[in-house]
Structure formats: C-alpha cells, structure tokens
C-alpha cells in the first residue's frame, strides 16, 4: 500500500535523543530535548505530583469512567484561573471555556482547527525559529503560513522591525501564532512595552492573537508574571485564544495534559465556540485523558500543595538561571570568541546560542555533545560536573 511512498523526515530532537542513548561515550551531554533534568542530570517527577498519586492510588471513589467532552471539570476550571488570575474579569463574565486537549500541541491544533473550520481564518503567521510544530500543526490543518523573521543574529535578540512590519501587513483577520513566555527556541520575549505595542497594532489591524503558554514560571518562576502577555491582551477585550502545556511545569510530559482557553468578548459566542470545539475534540480523540488532568486540578485547588508546587517550580526555574550564569562565566573565562551575554539575558529553558550547523557537528562528533542544528541548547542539560566538559567544547567549536 505505501509502495513508491517517500518516508517522511526524522524528527530531529527524537533522532539526537536516539543517537545519545546509542552513543557509550561516558561523558556524553544530551542538550537537545526540552524536558528539565535535576542537578544529577536526571528526570524529576515533582515530589508533590508524586504524593498526589499516591492519594489517586488509594483513593477509591475514582473510577475510569469517561470524563465530559470538554475534560475534567474541575481541571478546566483551575488552569482558566491558573492563565487568568483569580480575579480576571472574563471569567467572572463568563467569557472563558476552557476545553481539555492532549498536551499543549493537542490545544494548538484544537484551536488551529476550531479557528479554520468555523471562523474563516485561513492565514497563519509563525515567527521563524519558532517550535517546529507550530509550522506543522497550521500547515496540516490547511492554513496557508507565512513566517517572519524573529531572530536577529547580529544582535542575538529580536528582530523587533521584523516583528512589527508582519503585523502591520499581514492581511485583516490574520492568526498569530504568540509565544506567552520563554520562546522557543530563542529564549527572546517582547517586552511589557513591546506587547504593548503589539496588541494596539492587533487591534488596529483585526489580527487575531492565539497565544501559546508552554512554559508558565519557566521565565521568572513566577506562574503570575509569566502569564503577564496573555493577561494584558485579554484585558484589552480581545477575542484571542491561549494553548497551556502542563508538561513542563508539572514535569507531566507523557501524561499530555493541554487546554485551550477560548477567551471571547461577547458572552454568547461561548456556547458556539464550545459546542464546534467539542465535536472536533469528539472526533480526534472522543474522550480527554483523566489521570493528569486530576493531578493538576488537585494541586492547583488545594492551598498547601500548591504551594508546594509554586515551590517546585521556582526551584526548575532557579537553577536554569545558575546554568545561565555558570555558562556564561565560563565562556567570558575561557575569553571564547564573541559576545555571550544572550545566555545570560534569554528566559526559560532554552538557550539559542548561535552557533552554526558546523560548530554544531563538531560538537557532537568530537565531543558527544548532542544539540539541534540551529543551535538550541537546552539548559537544563547542563549540570555543575559537565558545566566545565560543555563551554570548553564550545570554545573549541567557536575557536577551531
Ligand atoms: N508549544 C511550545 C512552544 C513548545 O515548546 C511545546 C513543547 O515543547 C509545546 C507547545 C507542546 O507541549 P506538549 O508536550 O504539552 O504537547
């Protein structure tokens, strides 16, 4: 049946994951794969995600009955607030639904779907680099995609007239596709001032702002200011949506727990938006998964393990910055070639370091060090033993 079918592409960041595990060089680094890894560069099941399935273990009113199309109730409910804030005035309007999706891509492409097929959106803007599957995801469902460019290497930050000249031509009614916090890859976010100015330009222009939040309290380890962009947008009435991953910051990446926040301005096309986006849910994956979704509902409305959980998350946070700064000094140490400083100033897990496809090659041929090729270094691969292993095959790669 497939004969004379062309394979499709490996995905790199799973092709380097297998190469790594393959690879028996003791001193190998894998920096490619966005997931955290503790200090002894190892996964971290959060401790308090940990005691609450144990509770769901043994606690015996559960069952494994299917759950209500839009998800588990009570877990729509808490991450709207968690996005929103307690006292966000679309909630309190009633101008949020919140449908449960499989992991963040499952509410990217519910929204992409939701938007294409009911809203007449057919354009899509991405910013380049963005997540590849923002590419993918968009360009499945039909929409024709336009990317800018957001990445300025010259001053490794963004390239703000680039950003600004897309918004400003992109044909009414447009889709665009906006990273809340800690982009992926670059690790470069506008400023306050400068969503300020992208969401008068939004407006003005009737661009339609669909927000993806993957790694909330990844930038500052606060869940609150890291929501700041979406926040603001939907103060200012918008109708926008907003795609929340749980993988990162409840460390539940194989659990995929996703939602996708409707924010509308006018009440009563809430029970339009929900009656479409259920059927679409209905026929991709007919029912939401229970098990995560209940750990982030539990934590998230109980007052002591939440807090725990804003603990744990402060902690990934912290020690992304202390690689940040480690990095760093030992680049400037080492007197490696170029200016560094964007490791220190990017947010989140990421660290779009410049380097090119050779230096990049040579790192993982020479030093076993496995990274994308656009350069992207997790940073949460780097520990203090493999700190000093990691920026002198940098400088090697930057100098040879
Ligand atoms: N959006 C961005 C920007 C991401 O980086 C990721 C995952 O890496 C996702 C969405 C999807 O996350 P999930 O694993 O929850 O599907």
Known sequence: VFSGVEP????????????????????KVNLSVGVYRTEENKPWVLPVVRKVEMGMANDMSLNKEYLPMAGLNSFTESANRLLLGDDSTAIREERVFGMQCVGGTGAVRMGAELLYRYANRKIVYITDPSWPNHVGVFGDTGYEVRTYSYWDSRTSGMDWDSVKFSLKNAPEGSVFVLQAVAHNPTGVDPSKEQWMEIATIMKERKLFPFFDLAYQGFSSGDLESDAWSVRYFASLGFDMFCAQSFSKNFGLYNDRVGLLAII?????????????????????????????????????????????????VTKMATRIKLMRQKLYQKLVVLGTPGSWEHVVQQNGMFFYSGLNVRQVEFLTKEYHIYLLKSGRINMCGLTLENMDYVANAIHEAVTN
């Open 264 to 312: 509308v301005s006018d009440q009563s096309h809430i029970a339009i938006a929900k009656s479409h986006v259920e059927l679409i849910g209905r026929r991709v994956h007919a029912s939401s998964p229970h098990h995560g979704a209940r750990i982030v509902s539990t934590i998230l409305n109980n007052q002591a393990l939440r807090e725990e959980w804003k603990g744990c």
């Open 8 to 27: 499709a592409p490996p995905i790199e960041v799973f092709q380097n994951t297998a190469a790594f595990n393959k690879d028996d060089y003791p001193y």
